[in-house]
């Protein structure tokens, strides 16, 4: 059999590789790395964890990455989202999620990739959105575009963790492949993290990940550093 002769297509194949769904697309668009909320400036701390020795290896990475999906920051991200997808209004879901922001830096991240998010989104698809902190701003965007939330939260945290990847292997020896291998490892939890918020409302958010806030209050004083959070 010739490996590079094309493989026939059927309408049945079609229909199972071509989406089916335009707005999957947007979706796709808004987590992508290349959509301009500067989420490649930031390290969610992860460059003070890696500094003090904390994530040495692609072991340590993946696990400390689980515990913020799972206890940390990723959950309530999840939270907040689905509570903005579910408000008319989403300015006391800002509020209640910018309260559990564990630090400064943490708050300006947020603060600031939400108000980029904000700015695009209103001038490519029409929105009138406020400044709001990223899953706020996510949220509250996929409900005026009319996206599936189930979608929105799984792409989202999987968008968050792509992300602290993408850093760690700026940061230290772990390469494309193993961060990637890290990446892939996550999905499952990624797509968990999702199920397990379904329902939940914002009384429900909690940070466990202490470690993880920790080091993004150390980040304050970091020096030298590449990333702004």
């Given at each position: 059999m010739d490996m590079g002769a094309p493989i026939p297509t059927t309408?049945?194949?079609r229909r199972m590789i071509m989406p089916t769904d335009p707005r999957l697309l947007t979706l796709v668009q808004w987590l992508s790395p290349a959509f301009p909320i500067g989420a490649f400036a930031y390290s969610h701390g992860l460059e003070s964890a890696i500094?003090?020795?904390?994530?040495a290896d692609a072991e340590g990475l993946e696990s400390w990455l689980r515990d913020c999906l799972e206890e940390g920051s990723g959950r309530s991200d999840a939270i907040f989202l689905r509570a903005a997808f579910d408000a008319g209004d989403p300015g006391e879901v800002n509020a209640t999620a910018r309260s559990f922001a564990m630090s400064a830096e943490r708050l300006r991240e947020a603060e600031r990739q939400g108000a980029a998010f904000v700015l695009t989104a209103n001038g490519v698809w029409?929105?009138?959105?406020?400044?709001?902190?990223?899953?706020?701003?996510v949220g509250h965007g996929a409900r005026l575009a009319g996206l599936d939330v189930?979608?929105?939260?799984?792409?989202?945290?999987?968008a968050f963790m792509s992300n602290l990847v993408s850093a760690a292997i700026r940061l230290m020896p772990l390469g494309q492949t193993a961060g990637q291998r890290v990446l892939h490892n996550l999905h499952a939890t990624c797509l968990a993290v999702a199920d397990e918020t379904r329902?939940?409302?914002?009384e429900n958010a909690y940070g466990a990940a202490f470690l993880s806030d920790v080091s993004a209050m150390k980040h304050e004083t970091l020096e030298p550093r590449l990333f702004q959070s």
């Open positions: 309408t049945a194949t500094a003090a020795g904390w994530v029409g929105f009138d959105m406020p400044p709001l902190l990223l899953p706020v701003a189930e979608d929105t939260v799984a792409l989202y945290l999987h329902g939940a409302v914002p």
